[in-house]
C-alpha cells in the first residue's frame, strides 16, 4: 500500500464554499495560490472536513499552511490539477485587514 502525502505553504484564493460529500459528510472547500516566481503560481483545491473553528479565519490573502492527502484532477477544459483532503490546517501570519476605499 502506497500512502502519498502533499504539502502546501500559500494564500488564500477564494473564501471557503460548503459542500455536501455523496457520503452525507459535510465539509467546505477553498484554493491555495503558491508562487512559483512573480509571474505564476501553482493553484490547489483544499477539501476540508472539520476544522470548522478555523472557517471564520481562512480568507483571500491569508498566508496559510495545509497538508493532507493529494487527488490530481482535470478541469473541464483539461488542465491537470491537484485537490488536497486536509489533514492538517496551521493559520500563519496575520489575517488580512479590508481594503477601505477613501471617500472624497
Known amino acids: 500500500m502506497t500512502i502519498?502525502?502533499?504539502?502546501?505553504?500559500?494564500?488564500?484564493?477564494?473564501?471557503?464554499?460548503?459542500?455536501?460529500?455523496?457520503?452525507?459528510?459535510?465539509?467546505y472547500n477553498f484554493s491555495v495560490a503558491v508562487n512559483?516566481?512573480?509571474?505564476?503560481?501553482q493553484w490547489f483545491e483544499i477539501f476540508v472536513y472539520g476544522f470548522e473553528n478555523l472557517k471564520p479565519y481562512i480568507v483571500p490573502g491569508r498566508l496559510i499552511y495545509v497538508?493532507?492527502?493529494?487527488?490530481?484532477?482535470?478541469?473541464?477544459?483539461?488542465?491537470?490539477?491537484?485537490?488536497?483532503?486536509?489533514?492538517?490546517?496551521?493559520?500563519?501570519?496575520r489575517k488580512p485587514e479590508p481594503e477601505v476605499e477613501d471617500s472624497p
Open 36 to 41: 512559483i516566481n512573480k509571474e505564476d503560481a
Open 67 to 93: 497538508s493532507g492527502v493529494p487527488h490530481p484532477r482535470t478541469r473541464s477544459d483539461g488542465t491537470p490539477y491537484i485537490s488536497i483532503s486536509a489533514t492538517e490546517i496551521t493559520l500563519l501570519g
Open 4 to 27: 502519498a502525502s502533499i504539502t502546501v505553504v500559500g494564500n488564500v484564493g477564494r473564501l471557503p464554499k460548503e459542500f455536501t460529500a455523496p457520503s452525507g459528510k459535510k465539509g
